[in-house]
């Protein structure tokens, strides 16, 4: 082997070894996670027959000229009304990790004339924010979806603006039945030092509302301690 190959065969060794002792730098879940089962959570007449969206962004606090992200923002429900309820002077980043999902959530937005959307794909672990970006960072029904949720709280809390806060919307029930019971959600969202800042049941479901603000300082990801709840 010449001196330049085997150089380049060391230099993918180390990054091989990098990357593989960044991937055991967070503590894995510890607990069940749900399987993505579909980008559409119901239909969106029946969503707004309850007057779902309406609830969650008043209970949000969303304001025109804010900027919210919408984290696995599938076929774009909350990302649509996130949208109108901004305005104009405000943005709305709508991000999810399927490509074929956000191909055709970036169609919609298109076709919808939503110029103050932008569409990204993230990382199942990463949604890829920009840093101190956002008001406010919406996790609605999805949260239980999450297979790393302390590499993925991680960078989410980076995302948020100074006083922004996160919006998790979700079931209370096992996580294995696609909810994520409220004692869960907290331990590991104060795992990165977030704390709750306010929470309401969402009417005529089995959901709940939660927001959560920065409450102490981010760990490095090998000082995280995972939760360990009794069942």
């Given amino acids: ?60 606090g969303v304001k025109s000229g804010m900027s919210v992200a919408d984290i696995g923002a599938g076929e774009g429900y909350y990302t649509v009304r996130l949208s109108r309820a901004v305005g104009p002077r405000g943005r709305v980043l709508a991000e999810d990790i399927i490509p074929e999902v956000r191909d055709r959530l970036a169609l919609r937005v298109n076709r919808e004339n939503l110029d ?36 993925f ?3 989410l809390r980076q995302g948020l603006k100074p006083n922004g806060l996160i919006v998790v919307v979700d079931a209370d ?23 709750r800042a306010g929470e309401a049941p969402l009417e005529t479901t089995d959901a709940y509302m939660a927001l959560f603000k920065v409450a102490g300082p981010l760990p490095e990801p090998g000082a995280i301690k995972p939760c360990k709840l009794k069942a």
Avoid at 4 to 25: H, N
Avoid at 125 to 149: C, G, N
Avoid at 173 to 195: F, I, M, N, W, Y
Wanted: charged fraction near 20%; hydrophobic fraction near 40%.
């Fill in 173 to 195: 029930r096992p996580v294995k039945r696609h909810g994520t019971p409220p004692a869960q959600l907290d331990c590991e969202l104060a795992s990165v030092g977030l704390s």
């Fill in 1 to 60: 082997m010449s001196t330049r190959l085997a150089v380049f065969a060391a230099l993918a060794l180390l990054g091989c070894k990098q990357q593989q002792e960044a991937k055991t730098e967070f503590p894995p879940a510890g607990r069940d996670v749900a399987p993505i089962v579909g980008d559409s959570f119901s239909t969106e007449d029946a969503r707004d027959r309850t007057g779902e969206a309406e609830s969650v962004i008043a209970f949000a």
């Fill in 116 to 151: 103050n959307v932008a569409v990204s794909l993230g990382q199942p672990a990463d949604p890829k924010l920009p840093a101190a970006s956002f008001d406010r960072i919406f996790l609605v029904h999805m949260y239980h979806e999450v297979e790393q949720p302390y590499e």
């Fill in 153 to 155: 709280l991680w960078h």
